[in-house]
C-alpha cells in the first residue's frame, strides 16, 4: 500500500478547512494531516496535526491545500516555493499580481487553483462554454448565491463561469445573493427572444468540495512543475 500523502491545510478553521479535517480524520486513510496554519486554533475544533500560526514552523509535507484569504496567500504559496512541494488552492478573492504570481510559481513547482472543486462545476464549465458558442447574440447573466459569511462578491465561481462564456464573445452579466447558510448555488442563464436556458449548480455540502480538492491533492503529487487546470485531474 502507498504511504499516506502529507498534507499541510493552510486556512484550517475556516469551513473548507473543517470540512477537509474532517474527511481526512474520518473517511479517507490516503492522506495523514502533518501541519495545519490559521489564525486562530481553538481547543474544541479537535484539530489533528501541528497546529501553528507560523508557517515557516511546519514540519516536512508532501502538498499544501489552501483555503484561506487573499491576505494570507502569499505565504503560503512561498512556502511551497520554498519547499518545491505542490499547491492546491481554492482561495478566492485573488488580485491580478496574486494570480500573475500563480503562474510565475507554475514553472518550478505543480499547482492548481481552482474557484469550486466540484465534479458537477467542472461539467458546467463546458456546458456554458458549448452554449455560448453556439448563442451568439442572446444575454448571458450569472446569479450566485452564498451563505452570508461570504466575503467575495461576485464569487469566484461565478467569474470563472463567466470567463468560460466570454470565450464565444459572450459578455455576462453578474448578481450575487448572501443569505442564511447556502452553500452554493450558480445560475447560468442565457436569454434570447422569446426564449431562455437555465444552467444550475446547486451544492447542499460543503464535503463535495473538499473531497474534489483531496483528489486533486493526490493526482497532483508527484507530476511535474506546472498550472494544471482542476479537469486535468479528474
Known amino acids: 500500500?502507498?504511504?499516506?500523502?502529507?498534507?499541510?491545510?493552510?486556512?484550517?478553521?475556516?469551513?473548507?478547512?473543517?470540512?477537509?479535517?474532517?474527511?481526512?480524520?474520518?473517511?479517507?486513510?490516503?492522506?495523514?494531516?502533518?501541519?495545519?496554519?490559521?489564525?486562530?486554533?481553538p481547543q474544541e475544533e479537535g484539530v489533528p496535526g501541528f497546529a501553528v500560526v507560523d508557517v515557516g514552523d511546519v514540519p516536512e509535507f508532501d502538498v499544501?491545500?489552501?483555503?484561506?484569504?487573499p491576505d494570507g496567500f502569499d505565504t503560503?504559496?512561498?512556502?511551497c516555493l520554498a519547499r518545491k512541494v505542490p499547491l492546491v488552492s481554492g482561495t478566492t478573492g485573488l488580485s491580478e499580481g496574486q494570480r500573475a504570481a500563480l503562474d510565475t510559481a507554475g514553472e518550478r513547482i505543480p499547482l492548481v487553483w481552482a474557484s469550486n472543486y466540484?465534479?458537477?462545476?467542472?461539467?458546467?464549465?463546458?456546458?456554458?462554454?458549448?452554449?455560448?458558442?453556439?448563442?451568439?447574440?442572446w444575454d448571458?447573466?450569472?446569479?450566485?448565491?452564498?451563505?452570508?459569511?461570504?466575503k467575495d462578491a461576485p464569487s469566484g465561481t461565478a467569474l470563472t463561469l463567466g470567463a468560460s462564456a466570454s470565450l464565444a464573445g459572450i459578455s455576462p452579466h453578474?448578481?450575487?445573493?448572501?443569505?442564511?447558510?447556502?452553500?452554493?448555488?450558480?445560475l447560468v442563464q442565457f436569454t434570447g427572444m422569446g426564449e431562455r436556458i437555465e444552467l444550475v449548480?446547486?451544492?447542499?455540502?460543503?464535503?463535495?468540495?473538499?473531497?474534489g480538492a483531496l483528489h486533486a491533492a493526490r493526482r497532483l503529487y508527484g507530476r511535474?512543475?506546472?498550472?494544471?487546470?482542476?479537469?486535468?485531474?479528474?
Open 118 to 137: 466540484s465534479l458537477g462545476v467542472a461539467a458546467l464549465h463546458v456546458l456554458v462554454a458549448q452554449a455560448a458558442g453556439l448563442l451568439h447574440g
Open 174 to 186: 453578474y448578481a450575487s445573493i448572501r443569505a442564511g447558510d447556502i452553500v452554493g448555488e450558480h
Open 76 to 79: 503560503v504559496l512561498a512556502l
Open 201 to 211: 449548480h446547486r451544492a447542499s455540502s460543503r464535503d463535495i468540495f473538499a473531497r
Open 1 to 41: 500500500m502507498n504511504a499516506p500523502v502529507r498534507l499541510l491545510i493552510h486556512g484550517a478553521t475556516g469551513r473548507m478547512g473543517r470540512a477537509l479535517l474532517r474527511l481526512c480524520r474520518e473517511e479517507d486513510l490516503r492522506f495523514s494531516v502533518v501541519a495545519v496554519v490559521a489564525r486562530h486554533v
Open 64 to 69: 499544501a491545500v489552501d483555503f484561506s484569504l
Open 140 to 150: 448571458c447573466d450569472i446569479v450566485e448565491s452564498h451563505h452570508v459569511h461570504k
Open 224 to 234: 511535474e512543475p506546472g498550472r494544471y487546470r482542476f479537469e486535468d485531474l479528474i
